[in-house]
């Protein structure tokens, strides 16, 4: 059996949620999010959301631990939220937002601007004497995730220098250059 998928997800003070013609909603404070999902049974019992499958198909057991995680992220996004930070590392990179709008200078002969999603929350930190950093906030991990790996994809960090956009806390492998 699926460790992941049989442990119950704690549903949390202040979230409902429903099961309605094989689509889960979750509603909370920060937002509503629905997902699809078949080959599985959900069912909401006490304060927990529980996940169990019909059969012993190697689809059935992947899809149990699969939507098992999906509902527990959606649970925890619109209760406490997702956040992802981009750190832009190189001389010159810079970031800044005007609203939903991130302009980013990052080497390139014109600055890079984006429309970010209106569900996800834009911010930009520039200290001086530290590299710029790009934080992204939302309910929907799956977006927030989608947005980064779109603003990573830009420069992504080169194992030479170490230039690039990279996520905060993230080890770059480094190569030895020609010299060594």
Not at 7 to 30: F, H, M, Q, Y
Not at 54 to 64: L, P, Q, R, V
Not at 81 to 89: H, N, P, S
Not at 151 to 172: Q, S
């Amino acid at each position: 059996m699926s460790r992941i998928g049989k442990n119950p997800v704690a549903i949390p003070e202040g979230v409902t949620v429903s099961v309605k013609d094989n689509a889960v909603t979750v509603k909370g404070k920060l937002g509503e999010l629905t997902q699809s999902f078949d080959t599985v049974e959900i069912a909401v019992e006490d304060a927990n959301v529980v996940v169990s499958r019909s059969a012993e198909t190697k689809d059935h057991k992947a899809k149990h631990g699969l939507y098992r995680a999906l509902i527990a992220n959606m649970i925890d996004g619109v209760s406490k939220g997702w956040t992802k930070e981009l750190e832009l590392v190189g001389v010159g990179y810079r970031a800044s937002n005007q609203g939903q709008k991130l302009d980013l200078a990052i080497g390139f002969s014109h600055n890079i601007v984006m429309d970010i999603a209106p569900e996800v929350k834009v911010e930009t930190v520039s200290e001086k004497g530290k590299n710029p950093i790009v934080k992204l906030t939302s309910f929907d991990k799956q977006l927030v995730g989608q947005v980064a790996a779109k603003i990573r994809g830009f420069r992504k960090p080169e194992p030479y220098k170490g230039k690039g956009i990279k996520f905060v806390g993230e080890e770059i492998r480094r190569k030895a250059g020609k010299s060594a």
